[in-house]
DNA sequence: CACTCTCCCTGAAAGC
DNA sequence: TGCTTTCAGGGAGAGT
């Protein structure tokens, strides 16, 4: 499910919690990617939650302790918060945070996500956070920046959007979408981009992006906001999901790039001329 | 080193 | 209807 819009959102329902006290945390089960921090009760309880931000797709909640929690959705993960008298435990529900007022649920059926906890200054020495690139919201995104990431790469565009080294944050909806809405092959190889091209992928990154967040991410199976509110943002796919179908009177397709499904349309995504 | 592929897991939908 | 197969929004790690 979430890619950066989805995360976005789910900070944005997160900020609720800002300045309450941790009463309670309940680890339900520790197998999700990685083995869920035995010791989180014990340090975050009666801590202060003072921030909650976004880095790529990664969630971080920082204590007043100096600790910061960290969420990472995977496919099918989900943060939802209810208030304490209508809590009741879901199948898949692996870890509650309890404030006062609030429950926090972390819910991942496939358990590709995880949860994670260090002290805040020591953030950057995760391996996941210090080896992503730039958010593709940063505004130090620019032509230079992407061009220096890829001018000597002979992997697809499509590829390189997902790689979360190069700009942190785009996943296969966005990263489909993106190419459409730049007119760009996703076959075409960073090498092969020119500089006109990249600056049209970058622009269509932040707007495509910008459009999405506003309106709350998509929601194609389960994904919602904390509060239970579903994201419109699917209804503006252009080519995700719509292979067989036409836009501006050209076939949408669909085929398999390192295992994930590209949806492009050939007759409005041409392939760069530029040769190397 | 750069690149490609498989695998982790569950559930929904499609196929038979 | 019910069983089997395929596929899914992410990422790590092994293999080439």
């Known amino acids: 499910m ?103 649920i972390f819910n991942d059926s496939r358990r590709f996500g995880f949860i994670d906890l ?29 061009r220096d990431k890829i001018y000597k790469s002979i992997v697809p565009i499509k590829q390189i959007l997902l790689n979360q080294e190069i700009v942190a944050g785009i996943g296969n909806i966005y990263a489909n979408e993106i190419l459409y809405d730049a007119k760009i092959s996703p076959f075409t190889k960073g090498c092969s981009l020119t500089i006109l091209e990249i600056k049209k992928i970058i622009k269509s990154i932040k707007k495509i992006l910008r459009i999405a967040i506003n309106s709350g991410g998509s929601t194609l199976k389960d994904y919602a906001s904390v509060d239970g509110a579903v994201g419109n943002f699917q209804n503006n796919f252009k080519v995700y999901n719509r292979d067989g179908q036409k836009i501006l009177g050209h076939n949408i397709k669909r085929i398999v790039q390192y295992g994930r499904s590209t949806f492009y349309c050939p007759g409005i995504q041409l392939i760069s001329k530029k040769r190397k």
């Not at 997160?14 to 014990?42: A, F, V």
């Not at 080896?131 to 230079?144: C, E, H, P, S, T």
């Open 118 to 146: 260090f002290r805040t200054k020591k953030i950057f020495k995760k391996h996941y956070i210090s080896r992503l690139g730039l958010d593709a919201l940063d505004r130090k995104l620019n032509k230079q920046y992407f």
């Open 2 to 104: 979430p890619e950066l819009p989805e995360v976005q959102t789910t900070v944005k329902g997160l900020q609720i919690l800002l300045n309450e006290k941790i009463t309670n945390i309940k680890i339900y089960s520790t197998k999700l990617r990685y083995e869920i921090p035995k010791n989180i009760q014990k340090i975050l309880k009666n801590s202060k939650i003072i921030k909650i931000y976004r880095i790529g797709k990664y969630i971080v909640v920082n204590s007043q302790n100096h600790y910061s929690l960290i969420f990472h959705l995977g496919m099918s993960g989900r943060l939802r918060i209810l208030k304490q008298s209508t809590f009741v435990n879901k199948k898949h529900d692996h870890f509650i945070l309890k404030t006062k007022k609030n429950i926090l």
